[in-house]
């Protein structure tokens, strides 16, 4: 798969961006050398590969257990110990530039 000029322009305007003929011309050139490179990867025999572990594997978990169970260690009880009181929404609001009372109010940023 191909980018073409029209993606990028696409993409570019999502992203509120101004490019340049010359800019897209680059990201035009860059994302599809990025492509070309995930084409020849795909190109790879990966049959023989074992699966990786997962990131969030640890060592030393009993390798016997399966599913959710080899995460049962990140498992904990809620607890309100060691939580810190939250701001009032007058505190919160009492050193803003701009608020109605109930909000923040900020400048739009955002034209369309």
Excluded: C, W
Excluded at 48 to 66: I, L, W
């Amino acid at each position: 798969m191909k980018v073409t000029e029209k993606d990028v322009a696409y993409v570019a305007d999502l992203a509120n961006m101004d490019l340049s003929a010359q800019e897209r011309a680059g990201m035009l050139r860059d994302l599809n050398s990025i492509l070309g490179y995930i084409d020849r990867l795909n190109e790879l025999d990966t049959s023989n590969v074992e699966p990786m572990a997962q990131v969030s594997d640890r060592y030393g978990v009993d390798e016997t257990k399966q599913g959710s169970e080899r995460f049962a260690y990140a498992y904990r009880e809620d607890s309100v110990e060691g939580l810190r009181k939250s701001l009032s929404q007058e505190s919160a609001l009492e050193n803003a530039p701009d608020a109605d009372g109930t909000f923040f109010r900020v400048p739009k940023v955002i034209d369309r």
